[in-house]
């Protein structure tokens, strides 16, 4: 049995936003580059992604969103048709083009598969290698590059499917998740950590907070080290007295010191660093149960060099 899966499809490389977009298709080929030249995913087990069911996403997200972003992947492939432009705009950094519907359901597809697996003891941990990310997605709202929540989605999945009655959420995106904590607040079965860079986009997260999320708003140019330190001080003691039956990773990796969307400093080693103190109270407490998806991450270099980090402690290579 390979001891971590690593769930993809092709289909989360269709969705794309134009040209210069960070949150492009080239993400996904720098970690695939990296783990094969590695070696590190021939010691994967390689799974396809189905496409989520819509009850599933319903979990985390009102009918109402997925059938607005139903309605506009309809309405775009007419109007391609009749000689429109090959996209949609959400917002200022988030469009749809005909194949992001399509995508966006791999990408909860794949964490759910995942959380699936990993519950059944096929495999004892997972990485998902998608796109469009999910922690910006609120329940009724697409944002940030993000349509579906797939790690959120994927938390109340093992709760309400899988009969689990505790699971934590680790967030070490540079961006807040406020998509994830929108959904899960108030919600006393899941306990969220996460640490972000502040202010910086969406500029939320560091005001007073419901008892069950450790938000760490840290400064620009804050270091590694400096991280570490905070999550061995404020993570730590409280996902120990949580005992999570599970942990969901939003596995962001633009606090690189080489990515621009973030001013942080942290390199590949402080990730590996991160997945090892989370896979300590996995195995502790969790059965070694960790569901890992990617989020952020946009200097393509620093990108691949941290999801392989990230995975030989996953996979103790
Ligand atoms: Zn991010």
Redesign the pocket.
């Known amino acids: 049995m390979n001891a971590t899966g690593y769930f993809t499809h092709k289909d989360c490389w269709k969705h794309e936003m134009g040209p210069g977009h960070p949150e492009c298709p080239e993400r996904l080929d720098a970690i695939e580059d990296r783990l094969l030249v590695s070696g590190v995913g021939d010691a994967l087990a390689r799974r396809e992604a189905p496409l989520a069911a819509l009850g599933d996403i319903e979990l985390a997200h009102d009918r109402m969103l997925a059938a607005a972003l139903r309605g506009l992947s309809d309405t775009l492939a007419d109007d391609i048709k009749a000689g429109g432009p090959p996209y949609v705009q959400i917002d200022p950094d988030t469009l749809l083009n005909v194949h992001t519907w399509n995508a966006a359901l791999r990408a909860a597809g794949a964490v759910l598969a995942a959380t699936d697996s990993v519950i059944a003891g096929e495999m004892e941990n997972a990485f998902c290698a998608v796109r469009p990310p999910g922690h910006h997605a609120e329940h009724n709202k697409a944002m940030g590059f993000c349509f579906f929540n797939n790690i959120a989605i994927a938390a109340k999945y093992a709760l309400e499917r899988h009969g689990l009655k505790r699971v934590a959420i680790v967030d070490f ?3 807040h998740g406020n998509g994830t904590e929108d959904i899960i607040r108030g919600d006393e079965r899941i306990l969220m950590v996460s640490f972000f860079q502040h202010p910086l986009f969406p500029f939320s997260g560091a005001e007073a907070h419901d008892g069950n999320m450790v938000n760490l708003p840290v400064p620009a140019y804050t270091k590694g080290m400096e991280v570490r330190e905070l999550i061995e001080m404020m993570w730590m003691p409280r996902l120990e007295a949580f005992q999570p039956e599970m942990i969901f990773i939003s596995a ?1 990796f ?1 606090a690189h010191r080489e990515d621009e ?2 001013q942080m400093g942290l390199t590949e080693q402080d990730y590996a660093w991160i997945t090892m103190r989370v896979k300590d109270v996995a195995k502790r407490h969790a059965k070694g149960r960790i569901v890992s998806a990617l ?2 991450g946009y200097n393509l270099s620093a990108l691949g060099r941290s999801v392989e980090a990230h995975i030989r402690v996953l996979a103790d290579l």
């Open positions: 995106d540079v961006h962001g633009d969307l973030g989020e952020g």
